[in-house]
């Protein structure tokens, strides 16, 4: 066996690995779903027909095939329960991923401007809170915005209020948590796009007499959009099927598309329309990864 038969099998067998892990663990859950989708609602265990039964022969298979249909789909566009669900997902992304960049931006700015032997103290403040688990963190949110919690003691306390103010069970309670939980998804994109910038282009736009803001907003910020996408692609996309944090923060008035699965899931027990509705999410979370993929090929070929 040749040396360049050495070196490149395993070269070969790590290129193949992420396709082969793509295929298991994305792919053939999509199909199982996909397949779901197309059943319908049945009194039974699993609880949805056609089931699949190989040992039938092939002939049980045409029919199950043939019995495939896009009723569960078409329920999704004809109820307006399903397509605000969709819009208020949306909508609260777009809001939550806006939030967190007017707040992640600055101090990732900040981050990146600190002496080289304290950004990494930085990067530890940033990372460390989140090393506690997710659902507790929450529920020390739900302690401090209740009626008698600790913000409204404080608040209190200070004379800002003369009565305990309603923060629970709002959408101001729910966007707090998202922001909350979501910011280091956004502070460490951005920290590791404007750390890598060279400073001598801000000095060569001050040389060519751009004030501090002008040096910013044509220079730094151009710069650092491939991490701004990649900040609010990391926000965005985890928010809009955001199920723990609606769920314990907001209110039941209106529900976000994670919500909603959930209780066709495990509520009504219709698997087929909570399968539609995760297909349909994941289809609209494909157009923004197709578009930030094609931006950044578009920047690659421009440099």
């Not at 990732?108 to 600190?114: D, N, Q, S, T, V």
Request: charged content about 10%.
């Amino acid at each position: 066996m040749s040396a360049r038969t050495i070196f490149t099998r395993p070269a070969r067998l790590a290129a193949i690995a992420p396709y082969l892990w793509m295929a298991l663990f994305f792919l053939v859950p999509f199909l199982f779903v996909l397949k779901i989708s197309l059943s319908q609602t049945a009194i039974a265990q699993p609880p949805y027909t056609p089931a699949f039964d190989v040992s039938e022969g092939w002939e049980a298979l045409k029919a199950a095939f043939a019995a495939f249909s896009f009723d569960n789909f078409r329920l999704l566009v004809s109820d307006d329960l399903y397509v605000l669900s969709y819009l208020r997902s949306l909508m609260v992304a777009a809001i939550s991923t806006s939030i967190l960049l007017v707040i992640g931006y600055p101090i990732a700015y900040g981050m990146a401007r600190l002496p080289q032997r304290w950004q990494s103290v930085a990067m530890m403040l940033v990372i460390v809170p989140f090393w506690t688990s997710f659902l507790i963190r929450i529920y020390a949110w739900i302690n401090i915005l209740q009626h008698d919690g600790l913000l409204n003691l404080v608040l209190l306390a200070l004379h800002v209020v003369s009565a305990p103010v309603v923060w629970l069970s709002t959408d101001s309670a729910m966007y707090l948590g998202i922001v909350y939980s979501y910011l280091p998804f956004m502070i460490l994109p951005l920290y590791a796009t404007l750390s890598k910038m060279d400073p001598a282009l801000l000095e060569a736009a001050n040389d060519l007499g751009a004030s501090p803001r002008q040096a910013f907003w044509r220079v730094t910020f151009p710069l650092s959009l491939p991490g701004v996408g990649a900040g609010a692609l990391l926000c965005f996309i985890p928010i809009v099927g955001e199920f723990v944090i609606p769920d314990l923060l907001a209110g039941s008035n209106a529900l976000m598309i994670g919500q909603t699965l959930w209780l066709e899931f495990f509520t009504n027990r219709d698997w087929p329309v909570a399968s539609a509705i995760a297909i349909v999410l994941l289809l609209l979370l494909l157009a923004p990864l197709v578009l930030y993929d094609r931006l950044q090929r578009r920047q690659l070929e421009q440099a």
